[in-house]
C-alpha cells in the first residue's frame, strides 16, 4: 500500500510559479511509477506529468512540457511538479497517483490540491 498527500497549491497570477509536492509513505515511491493529473472544472481528469526515478522516464503533456518539470526526491520519499509559466488554463485539482511495477494502472491516488491561476 501506498499512500499520497499533495500539497502547495493555491492562488496564483498567470506567469506565477508554484511547486505541488506528493510525499508518499508505506513504499519506496522511486520505483513506483507517479503520475500528477489535473482536473479542470467540467472536465474530465488529464494526464500532466509522469516519472519512474528507477528507469529514468519521464513524460509530459503536450500543453506542459517546457513550463513543467517532475522531479523525484528519494530522500524524502517525494514527487514535485515544479510549475513554471502557469496559464490559467492550468487551473484545476491536481491529483498525485502511483502506479506499482509492472502494474497496468494507477491504483494509488492523494485527495488533490487546488491549484488556481487568475488573468
Known amino acids: 500500500q501506498v499512500q499520497l498527500v499533495e500539497s502547495g497549491g493555491g492562488l496564483v497570477q498567470a506567469g506565477d510559479s508554484l511547486r505541488l509536492s506528493c510525499a508518499a509513505s508505506g513504499r519506496t515511491i522511486s520505483t513506483y511509477t507517479t503520475g500528477w493529473f489535473r482536473q479542470a472544472p467540467g472536465k474530465e481528469r488529464e494526464f500532466v506529468a509522469s516519472?519512474?526515478?528507477?528507469?529514468?522516464?519521464?513524460r509530459y503533456e503536450d500543453s506542459v512540457r517546457g513550463r513543467f518539470t517532475i522531479v523525484t526526491n528519494n530522500a524524502k520519499n517525494t514527487v514535485y511538479l515544479q510549475m513554471n509559466s502557469l496559464k490559467p488554463e492550468d487551473t484545476g485539482v491536481y491529483y498525485c497517483a502511483a502506479q506499482r511495477p509492472y502494474g497496468a494502472n494507477y491504483e494509488y491516488w492523494g485527495q488533490g490540491t487546488q491549484v488556481t491561476v487568475s488573468s
Open positions: 516519472t519512474n526515478w528507477s528507469a529514468g522516464i519521464t
